[in-house]
């Protein structure tokens, strides 16, 4: 039997890596994020790197002929998979049906936050150098400001700023909040309310899948 193929929508902090996480696991399949393809581009310093890393640190979404030829090669020999961040745009909609011509999407689920628990939860993430996520004041380090895992110091990223945050608001409202009646019109959507314990959000989307 061919796995499933997934898009998470929702705007930033909704929870969709977590969530992506969790059900590819559960799933068996590849959880694709595009955000963390692009942040391991800017910290090699690659030529796509040293293109993303300005806008991204603006908030700002990165050109979508960077993003597309990236995952475009990701895509190459994966099966089934959760695509998360990804695509933002109809225009990149329509250039991961191209991608897809040959067996498209399953189901796209959207998760729903108020924006003042988007801003609440990211502008109090915290992370250390190794990728551990700390959240303040919900689930800080043990340790004033330092990772329990490896000791290194734990810092709050430039793009999880509360101005960026608000920013990244506003460009998702703009841009891709169509998105859901894009799906929606082509019968692929489920909404699901990402408000809740993590065990919960992750119910409701297996009950949708």
Do not use: W
Request: charged share 30%; with cysteine; net charge negative.
């Amino acid at each position: 039997m061919n796995a499933g193929r997934y898009v998470f929508l929702g705007p930033p902090g909704a929870g969709k890596g977590t969530q992506a996480d969790l059900v590819a696991d559960k799933l068996g399949i590849p959880h694709i994020a595009t955000g963390d393809m692009l942040r391991d581009e800017v910290a090699r310093g690659t030529d796509l790197g040293r293109q993303a890393r300005a806008i991204m640190e603006a908030g700002d979404l990165v050109p979508d002929e960077l993003v597309i030829a990236m995952l475009a090669r990701r895509l190459e020999d994966a099966d089934g998979f959760i695509l998360d961040g990804f695509p933002r745009t109809e225009p990149q909609a329509l250039a991961l049906d191209d991608l897809l011509r040959d067996r498209p999407l399953d189901r796209v689920v959207s998760l729903d936050v108020p924006d003042e628990e988007i801003v609440r939860r990211i502008s109090g993430r915290r992370v250390c150098p190794n990728g551990h996520v700390y959240r303040i004041p919900d689930h800080p380090p043990r340790n004033d400001m330092v990772c329990d895992v490896d000791g290194l110091p734990v810092e709050q990223r430039p793009d999880d700023r509360e101005e960026v945050v608000r920013n990244r608001l506003a460009v998702y409202r703009r841009n891709t909040e169509p998105l859901i009646e894009f799906y929606r019109q082509r019968g692929l959507l489920a909404e699901v309310s990402g408000v809740g314990t993590i065990d919960e959000i992750q119910h409701r989307i297996l009950d949708v899948l």
